[in-house]
């Protein structure tokens, strides 16, 4: 029981990350049917800057603020120069390519995820940097056998409000409702007077920003970041993304959790070494049976 | 005149998400004839259509062709059988050349792989020339000719319609389905393409035309069915069709009723 | 020089030399260069093969297919296993490699042809890091683990021990060459015209009598064979065959050779075979930058060349019916 309960919260965190991850692939590929292969190396740049700015910054901050102050100030830095890196990345390698077709586009973000992962080793170097210990919390509940940690349980809140303000922001607001427009039908969302502009502004604002907020969180709960840990991660979130139904927002951040518990429970129960075989296994599988994902809708082609 | 039956719809019904796109529809087509499916835009035409072609497999009923039972076999299995079709919003292949687009419709009649296409056999040569012999004389037939080595995106609309339409008859069908064919075209192309088509049925092909403007098909339709709401409201001569009270009010009732 | 180019595409024969002193500079060119450059062609010819591959599966269906890597390990490992425990020579395992990967690739491959465009794409992708995954944990203890397979032998042919850069050299370009004039021919066949049919429009494909299914199936078990072949040859030259070779960049590097040359474009397929390998090694004295030099040059050929260096043009058929342009 305590091991299920265990690998449950292990499953829900890491599936919080994912979920953060696959909002920014769901979110470009609604709007531009686009895989955006580079957000996962944007998710590892936003932990670099994070884990940069806490070396530099965080004595002062956490004499000024407290410790968890100082986080919340670094996740803010790493989410506002992440943004500004993804809306940098449109503007350069994706709006003047993206009227060329789709596989350019797609050997075009290809080309900026292999430019940033690159421009961070060159920056932080090839080895593993680790997030020192005076910048990550250490408290945790004893209940009973069970131990949770402090930090565990606060980035599980901070999900649980993040993807609730964007759920609401998007299927509630009319801004929101102005971005799904756009995803169904860009031609017909321009008619209505949706400024496209502005939902890929929104777009590559809000998902660059969430996976660095996903990549600070991830430095502090493993401590280790490396440079080529973004294309993993990545990878993982598109299978999240997929799992939700491509371009389904609530659909990401469910994919996102789903794909989490499975992996800690298939890490917990049977084996960590075939754990992301599994991932991938079941990726498949769901896509032979369900060709656009467990919650996608089911597009039939128009004939 | 030739009274035999070519296909026969038998109580066909489309389901999509519980809506009702075609009702227990039945449909007899006579051999060489022009026969026509006409109705209001959303009247489960294209469904049935595609319920014929194969694409959509139908919840009942079944399609019958030349005697056997077709009903939710694959498209390229029917095409091989003798049904091709065109599309209401055309779909030819833009990167190949004209000649490459008509040759595609003669795919069905070869039979050579890929052992024989790398060491150019005499009868995988053979088969080519006969291919390409074929598109020749449908792009002849059709006035595309000249066009034969542009790529297919390059022509104007009008040319595209027909690229498809002899793309269709180089599969050398015994059925022809068009959907809309003129659907875009100005009143000369309008007027050329339906001319082509009433020759059809003298080649030995049986066409199967959808529309939705009544005027179009009234000069050359044998029959013609009436279609409103996924069910069949109306069948038979032009003239009968035309002062058909049913069919004036499923095409006008409506708006009247409102106004 | 648009005009030379201009010519030889219109005149058969100029064509033909043309091709006759590409052939001869190729023969020549180890007596010429040193061990070092003739290694890094051995290396091309291997990028080439691997393009070609994969230009069956990419470029003229236009699956997109992001988990090559899985189908070249698969040829590789067969190799290394059926060598180094049944020493069957490594090159009689050359059309045994092609086809059990091709074996592969249809097993693998048949329950999610139906997939379309990017499901297509993420479910290569996850069954690159399957493959990937499995070899390196070791299941039954056939594929050694994360140290992989070594003492894989040279290839032999009657006394001759193919061992030299020079050797390998020729034994993979001839290779190349006889896969490239293959594909070639296909290209302008039934075979290859339906591909390209389905990657114009799979359902006027379908509805114009092409089995598209079958013919989509075709083209991975065919791509897959060649990429088997690259296998081989690659556990030939290194020995040793481990899962680090066969990583999702490798299987991205030979689809960018692809859509940089130009989909379903053989001479493209060289060209970005060509960019792909040259590129770190023109670039070595700024070792550090040159891979983030190619992102920003990927970026910058498909601004500039959205449909690849060097894309396929249409052959235009010479008339069997016999009548000029206008006069019928």
Redesign the interface.
């Known amino acids: 029981m305590v091991t299920f309960v265990q690998q449950f919260l292990n499953g829900l965190t890491i599936g919080s990350f994912y979920a953060f991850i696959a909002l920014g692939y769901s979110l470009v590929?609604a709007i531009m049917?686009l895989?955006n292969f580079a957000h996962g190396d944007l998710f590892a740049l936003g932990s670099y800057v994070a884990y940069s700015f806490l070396v530099w910054a965080s004595a002062a901050l956490t004499a000024a603020l407290g410790l968890w102050g100082a986080l919340a100030v670094a996740m803010v830095v790493a989410g506002v120069s992440v943004a500004i890196a993804g809306l940098l990345m449109e503007r350069?390698?994706y709006r003047?390519?993206y009227p060329?077709?789709r596989?350019?586009?797609?050997?075009?973000a290809?080309?900026?995820?292999?430019?940033?992962?690159?421009?961070i080793m060159?920056v932080w170097g090839p080895r593993y940097q680790a997030y020192r210990s005076e910048f990550v919390p250490v408290g945790y509940f004893q209940i009973g056998e069970l131990r949770i940690s402090i930090l565990q349980v606060v980035i599980l809140i901070s999900a649980v409000i993040l993807l609730g303000f964007l759920y609401w922001l998007i299927e509630k607001t009319t801004f929101g409702a102005a971005v799904r427009a756009t995803a169904q039908d860009r031609a017909t969302a321009a008619l209505m007077g949706i400024d496209f502009r502005k939902v890929i502004r929104f777009v590559f604002t809000v998902g660059p920003a969430l996976g660095a907020i996903a990549g600070v969180m991830v430095g502090l709960y493993y401590r280790q970041i490396s440079f080529s840990m973004g294309?993993i991660y990545g990878?993982k979130a598109?299978?999240a993304t997929?799992l939700g139904g491509?371009g389904n927002i609530p659909g990401a951040m469910v994919g996102g959790i789903l794909l989490g518990l499975l992996e800690a429970m298939f890490a917990g129960y049977v084996s960590a070494?075939?754990k992301?075989?599994i991932v991938?296994?079941v990726?498949?599988l769901i896509?032979?049976f369900r060709?656009?994902g467990l919650l996608g809708e089911k597009v039939?082609?128009k004939? | 005149m030739n009274d035999a039956a070519i296909l026969e719809v038998k109580g066909v019904t489309k389901r999509?998400k519980g809506l009702v796109a075609v009702n227990k529809f039945d449909m007899l087509i006579r051999e060489r004839t022009i026969h026509s499916l006409i109705g209001p835009n959303g009247a489960g035409k294209?469904t049935l259509f595609?319920v014929i072609s194969g694409?959509y497999r139908p919840e009942e009923g079944k399609v019958i062709f030349l005697g056997e039972d077709i009903t939710g076999r694959k498209p390229h299995v029917l095409v091989a059988k003798g049904i091709a079709r065109t599309?209401?919003n055309l779909r030819i292949f833009p990167n190949l050349t004209c000649l490459e687009n008509v040759m595609s419709g003669q795919h069905c009649r070869g039979r050579c792989g890929t052992w024989s296409s790398i060491f150019r056999t005499p009868r995988q040569r053979a088969e080519e020339r006969r291919i390409q012999e074929v598109a020749e004389r449908w792009l002849e037939r059709t006035g595309l000719w000249e066009f034969r080595n542009e790529l297919a995106k390059n022509l104007p609309f009008g040319l595209r319609k027909m690229l498809e339409l002899a793309r269709a008859l180089a599969t050398e069908p015994k059925l022809l389905l068009l959907d809309e064919p003129t659907t875009g075209l100005n009143d000369k192309e309008k007027e050329d393409i339906m001319e082509f088509i009433g020759g059809l049925p003298e080649m030995g092909i049986t066409v199967l035309l959808v529309e939705h403007n009544m005027n179009v098909v009234m000069g050359i339709s044998e029959r013609i069915t009436v279609m409103d709401m996924g069910e069949k409201i109306a069948e038979g001569t032009p003239e009968e069709i035309y002062n058909d009270p049913r069919v004036i009010e499923a095409y006008l009732g409506r708006e009247e009723a409102v106004a | 020089m648009r005009e030379i180019i201009a010519g030889l595409r219109n005149d058969p024969r100029a064509r033909r030399i043309a091709v006759g002193i590409a052939l001869a500079l190729m023969v020549a060119f180890p007596f010429f260069a040193s061990a070092y450059w003739v290694d890094v062609a051995f290396y091309l010819g291997l990028y080439t093969l691997l393009g070609l591959s994969l230009n069956v599966i990419l470029g003229e269906v236009g699956l997109?297919n992001l988990g090559h890597a899985a189908f070249w390990a698969f040829g590789a490992y067969t190799t290394a296993i059926l060598n180094t425990r049944f020493d069957i020579p490594t090159l009689a395992l050359i059309p045994i490699s092609a086809l059990a990967t091709a074996g592969f690739a249809w097993l693998v491959t048949s329950?999610?042809i139906?997939?379309?465009g990017?499901?297509l794409?993420?479910?290569t992708?996850?069954?690159g890091?399957?493959v990937r995954?499995?070899l390196n944990?070791d299941p039954g203890g056939i594929t050694g683990g994360p140290n992989g397979i070594f003492g894989i032998d040279r290839p032999r042919i009657g006394g001759l021990v193919i061992n030299t850069p020079t050797e390998f050299y020729f034994l993979v370009w001839i290779i190349v060459v006889i896969c490239a004039w293959a594909l070639l021919r296909l290209q302008n066949s039934r075979i290859g015209r339906a591909w390209n049919y389905i990657r114009e429009d799979e359902?006027a494909a379908e509805c114009m009598g092409v089995d598209v299914r079958a013919f989509k199936l075709l083209a991975f078990t065919l791509g897959a064979a060649l990429a088997g072949v690259a296998g081989n040859l690659y556990a030939a030259k290194m020995m040793v065959v481990s899962p680090e070779s066969f990583t999702?960049m490798e299987s991205?590097l030979v689809?960018?050779i692809v859509?940089?040359g130009g989909?379903g474009s053989v001479p493209g397929t060289l060209l970005g075979a060509l960019v792909v390998s040259l590129f770190p090694e023109l670039f070595r004295p700024l070792a550090?930058?040159r891979?983030?030099i190619?992102?920003?040059?990927?970026?910058a050929?498909?601004?500039f060349k959205?449909?690849g260096m060097w894309p396929r043009r249409r052959a235009t058929f010479r008339s069997v019916i016999g009548r000029e342009a206008g006069k019928a």
């Not at chain 1, 596989?103 to 075009?108: K, Q, R, T, W």
């Not at chain 3, 190619?294 to 970026?299: E, K, S, Y």
């Open positions: 590929y049917k895989i350069v390698a003047p390519i060329a077709g596989l350019p586009a797609v050997v075009s290809l080309g900026v995820s292999i430019f940033i992962e690159n421009f060159l294309w990878l598109f299978v997929i491509i070494a075939w992301d075989v991938f296994a990726l498949m896509l032979i060709p656009t039939a082609e004939v | 999509f294209t595609n694409i599309f209401q | 997109f329950p999610i139906h997939l379309r990017d499901y794409c993420i479910v992708i996850a069954l890091e399957i995954l499995a944990n359902l999702f991205c689809f960018m859509l940089l989909m550090r930058y891979m983030l190619f992102g920003i040059a990927l970026v050929v498909m601004y959205p449909a």
